[in-house]
Structures are given as C-alpha cells and as structure tokens.
C-alpha cells in the first residue's frame, strides 16, 4: 500500500512556485538613429522629451546634410497664406491645401519649393534639383508651365530649419530627435501635425512605433 502523504501545514502558506525556467521578457533597445544616419530624403523626428514648441512633435525632411551643417523643411504644418496670393503661377500646381507650410524658423521671408516627379526629370531641367528618389527642389524663379504634367504635386514652405555644424550631432546624442527612413509620400502627405507625426511612428519597428499610440501629455492617461 502506498503512503498517505501529509497534509500540508495551513499556517505553512501555498508553497512556493518554482523559478527555474522562468525569465522575463528582454525589453528591446530603443533606437533612434544616430548622426550617420541622417541626409537627404531622411526624416528627423521630435522625441517626446523635445517640447519647444517650434519643434514639439515637428517632422523634418532633410534636404542637405554636410560638414557645414544640416538644413530641412518642417512638414504638415499649414498656414493661413493662400500661395495664389504669393505665388499665382504655382497654385495650380500644388497639392491640397493650397496654402504655404510653415517650414522652420530660419529665414520666415523665404520661400522653398519641393514636387514630387515620378517620370524621369530631363538632365537639364533648370527648374529641378533631386534631394532623394523622386523628390526634387522646385526653382519658384523659373516658369511653372514646364512642369504642368512632370511634377504630381508640390507643396511651397516659407522659412527652414536649420544645424550649424555639430549642433545636430549634439541634439541626436541627447536623444531629442529620431533619425528615420523618409518616404516621399511623407513630403505632400494628406495629414498634418501630430497625426503625420504619429503616422511616420507607427510605420516604424521596436520601441518607436509604441510612441505612436502613447498620448501627447504624459500625465494623460
């Protein structure tokens, strides 16, 4: 016959689990790119942890990047100015809305062009400067009617943003911004602020795309 085992002690407590074979989730780095990582047709992307309202939840398509600094547009920040007031000759030509977008803070008296060109661009188009795949910077000097059918859509930007050498670098070490792949869907994209920032996000892998759902106040939760 088998003996009875004894019953457990009731002042004894449940007995302790074993731990053996249990571990716990590696919880991934979070990588934000580095300075390498950044040029044209990229996109610098405001961290949380960035709040001057200039560039809280900004995106920037960077147009330049080199040993004199790093310049770049702020996109989906639409302003109240009508480019055919400005502009008559491009408005036909721009993506809704038909307005100027803020691009940065740096020269505000200062208007920047950039189209996306699926077909291939003439060698000797004035008027087009590549920046990164299919996205080029418009000459506003130049006549628009050239371009009525080669470009399918542009978007104008008064002022830009704008590095000096080093300051960048420095801002990406302090992990205010995210360096990331841009598209160039992202240049005349049909959304604007904090949702095109949260589309970029979401688009992203690991601990970035998590952001995307996180709620813009911190303390709102």
């Known amino acids: 016959m088998s003996p009875v085992p004894a019953s457990p002690d009731p002042e004894s407590g449940p007995p302790a689990r074993?731990?053996?074979?249990?571990?716990?989730?590696?919880?991934p780095a979070l990588s934000i790119g580095a300075i390498e990582d950044v040029g044209p047709g990229s996109l610098l992307v405001a961290?949380?942890?960035?709040?001057?309202?200039?560039?809280?939840?900004?995106v920037v398509y960077v147009l330049d990047h080199s040993e004199t600094g790093t310049l770049g547009v702020v996109l989906g920040r639409p302003s109240?100015?009508?480019?055919?007031?400005?502009?008559?000759?491009?408005?036909?030509?721009?993506?809704?809305?038909?307005?100027?977008?803020?691009?940065?803070?740096?020269?505000?008296?200062t208007a920047l062009c950039l189209a996306r060109c699926p077909a291939p661009v003439p060698g000797r188009d004035a008027a087009l400067r590549r920046v990164a795949g299919d996205v080029f910077l418009v000459d506003l000097d130049e006549d628009p009617d050239p371009l009525d059918g080669q470009v399918a859509g542009l978007r104008v930007f008064a002022g830009y943003a704008g590095w000096s050498?080093?300051?960048?670098?420095?801002e990406l070490a302090e992990g205010a911004w995210a360096c990331v792949p841009g598209s160039p869907e992202d240049v005349l994209a049909d959304v604007s602020g904090p949702e095109l920032w949260r589309r970029v996000m979401y688009r992203q892998t690991g601990r970035l795309a998590v952001l995307?759902?996180?709620p813009s106040d911190p303390t709102a939760n």
């Open 18 to 27: 074993p731990v053996a074979g249990r571990r716990r989730a590696a919880v």
């Open 47 to 58: 961290m949380p942890t960035l709040t001057d309202p200039t560039f809280a939840e900004a």
């Open 80 to 109: 109240q100015v009508e480019i055919r007031d400005v502009l008559p000759g491009w408005c036909d030509l721009a993506v809704d809305p038909g307005v100027f977008h803020v691009g940065g803070p740096c020269e505000t008296d």
């Open 165 to 170: 050498p080093g300051q960048l670098a420095g």
């Open 212 to 214: 995307s759902t996180a």
